[in-house]
């Protein structure tokens, strides 16, 4: 299929519809073997055209698995779409333990790169300063102080000093302010943050002495802390914390460490009809090399897991690991149903636009970003990651929300597959790649990675290879992302109860 149908994709045998890896006419012919298959509509590139009549009420079969049903007759040669295929899905599931062997990735020659041995024996990529403000209410003297500070304190060993403004910390109760504390403590934690200056109010709900509770452990060195209610000049009196946070920065150095301590975040967002096909199978690729060489990745979005949570669930290290798995899955149902909220509107308008039609096909291409390792373990959202391999972490779709989760987990990096595009970042390195070449040509300040040459005949075990590379450079400092080029980096904390 794939050599004889050159502007088509089938992705499994047992597929019946087609991908058009560009526009297809109507009435343009395609040959499969002896088979010759006529547009009878206009299919446009990363959509679905029928390459068998497909009768009301079957199952629509796209990477070997259901994604919907339709609901008229479809013709071969006809447009699969939103018009014509709905959702299967419906509600909570119960699930069965059926564990599945799969084979073991191959193994990765063992790497080295260049990272920040911090005093607990975490390692960082990059050695910068942030500035944590316990509550939104002084997000601007956040930003103020960071401009400043990066003024007066210039340093060739620090890599920057940076802010991260947030709306909340004041006025929540219960599970909202405990995940806001989760949040923030994760960042203050976090190894590429060699210095932390916290900023408190004074009047707020995450107030510094309570916040701490929840900190637990920290370097004194490593982190300093202002009220600013009880200080003359909160600008001044941050700089000059600023100054003994420079220098405390300032006394580490790079050094050679395994590829072993390296974490990876695993994200897709503005996804498209070719990010199950080449973004997300290259990533699952990749986390299947950098965990056979003792790495860790971490893939979220619980909800963009509806519908091929089974393939996980049998990759499940143990029986226990399941059931977290199921608890995550049917408690994310749950918190739309509590909501009265529909499970499966998903996906979005732009994803539709660009070729994804039920939730079931959307989560069978985010599911890919796992590979194939075992999953070793679940983490509730604001966990960090304890075991090398992969992990999963409970949270939404939405994009600022899971990429600041992902770094909060502890990943130093996340890998953010798009098919449309966005300019964002979150507070580490967000590595955008893109799922076709026509977005990578057209947004060069967003996009890092092209994996769209993997449609254009590169394999995707080279082009898996070509990524690895380009990520040992990134955590040894020899490149940037584009969001640490042009600034982008922001924070997002999920909500779910009332604000007082």
């Known amino acids: 299929m794939r050599s004889n149908m050159k502007h088509l994709l089938k992705i499994n045998e047992k597929d019946n519809v087609v991908v058009a890896l560009q526009k297809l006419p109507v009435n343009s012919k395609w040959t499969e073997g002896n088979n010759e298959l006529t547009m009878l ?31 008229q007759d479809i013709k071969a040669g006809e447009w699969v779409h939103t018009h ?51 509550v939104g209410c002084i997000n601007k003297t956040a930003e103020i102080i960071a401009k400043e500070a990066n003024d007066m304190y210039q340093s060739e060993k620090v890599d920057g000093i940076y802010h991260f403004p947030h709306l909340f910390g004041c006025s929540q109760l ?9 949040i923030l403590s994760d960042l203050i934690h976090h190894p590429n943050a060699a210095g932390i200056l916290v900023l408190g109010l004074g009047c707020e709900n995450n107030f510094i002495e309570v916040f701490k509770e929840v900190l637990g452990d920290f370097g004194e060195k490593q982190v300093k802390f202002i009220e600013v209610q009880q200080v003359d000049d909160e600008i001044e009196a941050g700089l000059e914390e600023m ?14 460490v395994p590829l072993s301590k390296l974490r990876v975040g695993l994200k897709c967002g503005g996804s498209d009809g070719f990010s199950g096909i080449t973004g997300n199978p290259l990533l699952g690729k990749f986390s299947d090399k950098l965990i056979a060489a003792g790495g860790s990745t971490v893939l979220t979005e619980t909800p963009e897991l509806f519908g091929a949570e089974h393939l996980l669930m049998e990759r499940a290290e143990n029986r226990e690991v399941f059931e977290k798995i199921v608890s995550m899955v049917n408690g994310f149902k749950e918190y739309f149903i509590k909501h009265e909220q529909n499970v499966y509107e998903n996906p979005s308008p732009g994803n539709k636009a660009g070729g994804i039609t039920t939730l079931e096909e959307k989560s069978l291409g985010n599911v890919q970003k796992g590979g194939f390792s075992p999953v070793v373990d679940v983490l509730a959202y604001g966990d960090r990651m ?39 970042g979150g507070p580490v390195p967000t590595v955008k790649i893109s799922t076709n070449s026509a977005l990578a040509e057209k947004k060069k300040r967003w996009i890092d990675f092209n994996a769209g040459a993997i449609t254009e005949g590169q394999a995707l075990s080279d082009c898996a290879d070509e990524l690895l590379n380009y990520i040992i450079d990134l955590a040894a400092g020899r490149t940037q992302a584009n969001n640490e080029k042009y600034g982008f980096r922001e924070i997002s904390i999920f909500k779910n109860g009332v604000i007082l």
């Open 41 to 71: 509509e206009e299919v446009p590139p990363g959509h679905k055209a029928a390459l068998y009549p497909i009768v009301e009420g079957e199952n629509v079969i796209k990477y070997g698995y259901p994604i919907g049903r339709a609901t």
């Open 84 to 134: 014509n295929t709905i959702t299967n899905l419906s509600g909570t599931m119960d699930y069965e333990y059926k564990p599945v062997q799969h084979p073991p990735p191959e193994e990765t020659t063992q790497r080295t790169f260049e990272g920040y041995v911090r005093s607990n024996g975490d390692v960082g990529i990059r050695n910068e300063i942030w500035i944590i403000n316990t």
């Open 174 to 182: 219960g599970d909202d302010l405990h995940n806001t504390q989760k």
């Open 243 to 256: 100054e003994e946070l420079v220098r405390h920065v300032e006394t580490f150095e790079r050094e050679s």
């Open 386 to 424: 304890k075991k090398p391999g992969l992990s999963l972490l409970e949270g939404p779709g939405n994009d600022l929300i899971s990429v600041t989760a992902l770094a909060c987990a502890g990943a130093h990096i996340v890998l953010f597959t798009t098919g449309r595009g966005t300019p964002f």
